[in-house]
């Protein structure tokens, strides 16, 4: 399974059959994926919010905008975003540590719930109601493996609309103060002073004029991928 997200905000689907329906339709059959969920967003407002294909090949099930997938490493920007507010609570530093309670329990609460994420899971080995099915091989299509393993910096399941409102939750202060999201979208600067263009769970990187944030994830059987311009405004 395939998650695109280039989102934003509320959920507003937009008409069947335009160029980029038509551009992700081909793409699913050229490329034999078996669903995809897409989310746009300009300026704050959701231009796009679409489902293609199948969430599930066995019952299907159609993929729809609030179809479940698992993120894989675009789940990193939560933990981010959970270490910026112990730092604003005076709790940490960016190179110290903390101990107490469940850092999914923490994300939960002080993450997701404040972001209106009511899809939105930190990793678990259940699959829950509305969770697509992931595939390997695309020729075959096989079941993939579901990893076990329990860890902050990936595989959180998420939708397209969730992951809107969580960028519109990062242009405003709900959850994160601007110093908080500036240090998270300032690339790292190593010793010798070589910029490695990622800062705290963002990939940073200028192409052109323009400055873009991002993160992509994969793992076995889901792809996905968030990518914000603050220059354009286009998510």
Same mark, same amino acid.
Request: with cysteine; proline share 3%; hydrophobic share 40%.
């Given at each position: %399974? &395939? $998650?695109?997200?280039?989102?934003?905000?509320?959920?507003?689907?937009?008409?069947? @059959?335009? #160029?980029?329906?038509? /551009?992700?339709?081909?793409?699913?059959?050229?490329?034999?994926?078996?669903?995809?969920?897409?989310?746009?967003?300009?300026?704050?407002?959701?231009?796009?919010?679409?489902?293609?294909?199948?969430?599930?090949?066995?019952?299907?099930?159609?993929?729809?905008?609030?179809?479940?997938?698992?993120?894989?490493?675009?789940?990193?920007?939560?933990?981010?975003?959970?270490? %910026? &507010? $112990?730092?604003?609570?005076?709790?940490?530093?960016?190179?110290?540590?903390?101990? @107490?309670? #469940?850092?999914?329990? /923490?994300?939960?609460?002080?993450?997701?719930?404040?972001?209106?994420?009511?899809?939105?899971?930190?990793?678990?080995?259940?699959?829950?109601?509305?969770?697509?099915?992931?595939?390997?091989?695309?020729?075959?299509?096989?079941?993939?493996?579901?990893?076990?393993?329990?860890?902050?910096?990936?595989?959180?399941?998420?939708?397209?609309?969730?992951?809107?409102?969580?960028?519109?939750?990062?242009?405003?202060?709900?959850?994160?103060?601007?110093?908080?999201?500036?240090?998270?979208?300032?690339?790292?600067?190593?010793?010798?002073?070589?910029?490695?263009?990622?800062?705290?769970?963002?990939?940073?990187?200028?192409?052109?004029?323009?400055?873009?944030?991002?993160?992509?994830?994969?793992?076995?059987?889901?792809?996905?991928?968030?990518?914000?311009?603050?220059?354009?405004?286009?998510?």
């Amino acid at each position: %399974m &395939v $998650l695109a997200i280039a989102a934003c905000g509320g959920a507003t689907r937009a008409a069947a @059959g335009d #160029a980029t329906d038509d /551009f992700v339709r081909t793409q699913l059959k050229r490329q034999r994926i078996p669903g995809l969920a897409l989310a746009v967003v300009k300026d704050g407002v959701v231009v796009k919010a679409e489902g293609y294909g199948v969430a599930d090949r066995r019952t299907g099930t159609p993929v729809t905008p609030t179809t479940v997938f698992k993120i894989a490493s675009v789940s990193k920007q939560f933990i981010a975003a959970g270490i %910026m &507010v $112990l730092v604003q609570d005076g709790r940490l530093r960016l190179d110290g540590r903390v101990s @107490g309670r #469940a850092w999914s329990e /923490f994300i939960a609460e002080r993450v997701f719930r404040p972001a209106d994420l009511l899809a939105t899971r930190t990793t678990t080995i259940e699959r829950g109601a509305g969770r697509a099915a992931g595939y390997s091989d695309n020729h075959r299509l096989v079941d993939a493996d579901e990893w076990p393993a329990v860890r902050p910096g990936g595989a959180f399941q998420s939708t397209v609309l969730d992951l809107a409102r969580w960028d519109a939750v990062l242009n405003g202060e709900t959850i994160l103060t601007e110093a908080s999201r500036r240090e998270m979208w300032t690339a790292v600067t190593l010793a010798d002073g070589t910029s490695v263009g990622y800062g705290l769970c963002w990939f940073v990187n200028r192409p052109g004029d323009r400055r873009e944030v991002w993160h992509s994830g994969g793992m076995p059987g889901f792809k996905s991928n968030l990518r914000r311009s603050s220059t354009t405004g286009w998510v």
